[in-house]
């Protein structure tokens, strides 16, 4: 028996044999040529094929994995009509008289180099996006075909990376999970295999030994470990884990309907974060009450400029509408940091965590503010639309908010535009909210907790850097503190409280929230089930101090 040892993408037990992928070798040769021009346009011809392939996966991959998560193929597409980019392809061809392959290549690794030496790590991932684009157009001039995974069973998929393309182009039917060499949590694979629910290991140090080939293995996407040809022991223990789960997941089937509620009766909201209308069928058919968090920034980075007002609305009202009642909380734009657009021209920032992002960039640029709270207010008219602002650290921003607000809701009064009337409330994410969360509670309807960001900013640590995984710690007291302050806070001024960060599908702090008073829990739709389960088996009142006293 081998052991190796990875980094989870997504939990689960996965047993089966191996497939070894592996990438086609593409063999670029430097060739003079005669017809430079001749060269550019099989270049340009091989660009709009890899173009129409490219909106191809992208309508595959909506019901696959959602618009928010198919967008890195319309990025892809645009990447291709780059004018820098084809301008240097067209220019190694003509100056140096050589072959479209050879020119295709040479851009691929300037441009790959030139993204891996920034600093940001938003721009440092568009390095494997132009390898990706590039490999494409040079498997179509070289008149071949993506390799794809052809079994008769499912397998484990086992690779040195594995591009957004090519994990969407694989029969979900026929994989049971994947291993790879290199990737990152953060990466749009990671994305995908998340929303796909596939067991996925990644940093998993496994030789790409041919030899490896149809071995069995097996996957814990929950302990990070990856076993070929376990022993009769492991194997054992593996399947009856891999059992287990199974039978767990059919068990929570049977919540669906029923109410989000302790032994002692304490109710509690379980809702959905999601990235796009597109992602409402994962809402539904997992029973949320809500959505919690609908990120409207995919809106924006899934555009090449601006989306107007009535684009905005037509996806808030559809939204609202779907929901039929339930509470549909929109956060208003979070663009920056590590989420760019860039028709927003914004400068580059030594620490853009800490930057002009969120509720900065709104209330600097109040006429994109404008149109996308004129759109939530008329959507707000057609279901239960709440309005929530990120990263708020002042009740200055708040007072400027409000007065944003009025001046829209004059001008929708003027013209005669019906809307509703929204809750509005902030979300929690800096140490500077908690600390005067009492004052803000005064001014808002609602709190959400985002426990990614508060996390970060109270321990003085990039979760984007992998190499201070050790140091995070979102159980540390300081944030668990936090959090019961600000739901105390909350409920003084009679307001509800809840959270939408990682921590809300965190099985393990489930008791200890309800112990606080948390009112709302907001997670990836596919979490909600497990989490109800925890909520209807818990009895606050016997249980709540003694899961306090471990925690805080």
């Known amino acids: 028996m081998e052991l190796y040892r990875g980094k989870s993408v997504f939990g689960g037990i996965a047993i089966g044999r191996l497939h070894i992928y592996s990438r086609k070798n593409l063999q670029v040769k430097r060739e003079r040529v005669e017809d430079a021009e001749a060269e550019v346009a099989r270049f340009h011809a091989a660009k709009e094929k890899a173009i129409e392939q490219l909106a191809e996966l992208y309508e595959k991959s909506l019901t696959a994995v959602g618009e928010a998560n198919a967008a890195i193929f319309e990025i892809h597409q645009m990447m291709l009509q780059d004018d820098d980019y084809i301008e240097s392809t067209e220019n190694i061809i003509r100056t140096q008289q050589v072959n479209a392959e050879y020119a295709v290549a040479a851009t691929s690794d300037n441009f790959a180099n030139m993204f891996a030496a920034m600093d940001d790590d938003y721009m440092k991932g568009r390095a494997a996006d132009v390898r990706d684009i590039s490999e494409r157009v040079l498997l179509i001039l070289s008149g071949q075909e993506a390799d794809c995974v052809v079994t008769d069973e499912p397998v484990i998929i086992v690779a040195d990376d594995l591009a957004p393309s090519e994990t969407v182009q694989m029969d979900k039917s026929k994989v049971l999970s994947f291993v790879t060499v290199h990737g990152s949590t953060n990466s749009h694979t990671a994305i995908l295999a998340r929303t796909m629910g596939i067991p996925a290991l990644i940093g998993t140090p496994v030789p790409l030994d041919a030899s490896l080939d149809g071995r069995l293995a097996v996957v814990d996407g929950d302990t990070g470990q990856f076993y070929v040809e376990p ?96 509470r549909v909380i929109i956060r208003t734009l979070d663009i920056g940091a590590d989420k760019q657009a860039d028709y927003f021209e914004l400068p580059k920032e030594e620490n853009p965590a800490m930057g002009c992002r969120a509720i900065r960039i709104c209330l600097t640029r109040p006429e994109i503010f404008k149109t996308q709270l004129r759109a939530l207010f008329r959507a707000s008219a057609f279901g239960k639309i709440a309005i929530m602002y ?5 009740l200055a921003e708040i007072a400027r908010i409000k007065q944003i607000v009025e001046e829209v809701k004059a001008e929708l009064t003027e013209a005669g535009v019906p809307f509703g009337t929204p809750e509005q409330g902030i979300m929690i994410e800096t140490p500077a909210a908690v600390m005067i969360s009492d004052k803000l509670a005064k001014e808002v309807d609602f709190f959400s907790i985002g426990t990614n960001d508060l996390t970060q900013y109270t321990l003085a640590i990039d979760r984007q850097n992998d190499q201070l995984d050790e140091f995070y710690d979102s159980h540390h007291q300081a944030v668990l503190r936090m959090i019961e302050m600000t739901v105390q806070n909350a409920h003084k001024e009679n307001i509800w409280c809840g959270i939408c960060g990682e921590l809300g599908a965190d099985a393990s702090l489930s008791k200890l929230f309800l112990a606080m008073g948390v009112d709302e829990l907001s997670m990836s739709p596919g979490s909600l089930l497990f989490i109800r389960k925890i909520v209807r088996e818990t009895n606050v009142g016997e249980e709540g101090e003694a899961v306090k006293a471990q925690f805080l």
């Open 390 to 394: 990120p990263m708020i650290t002042s």
């Open 231 to 326: 022993d009769e022991q492991t194997l054992a223990k593996m399947q009856q884990k891999y059992d287990e789960m199974q039978t767990k997941k059919e068990l929570l089937q049977t919540l669906k309907g029923k109410e989000s509620v302790t032994l002692d009766g304490r109710k509690i909201m379980l809702y959905a974060n999601i990235g796009n209308y597109k992602d409402l069928s994962l809402v539904l058919e997992n029973d949320a009450e809500g959505i919690g968090l609908f990120r409207s920034e995919f809106l924006y980075l899934e555009s090449s400029t601006y989306p107007t007002e009535e684009e905005q609305l037509k996806i808030y009202r559809a939204v609202a509408e779907t929901m039929a009642g339930k």
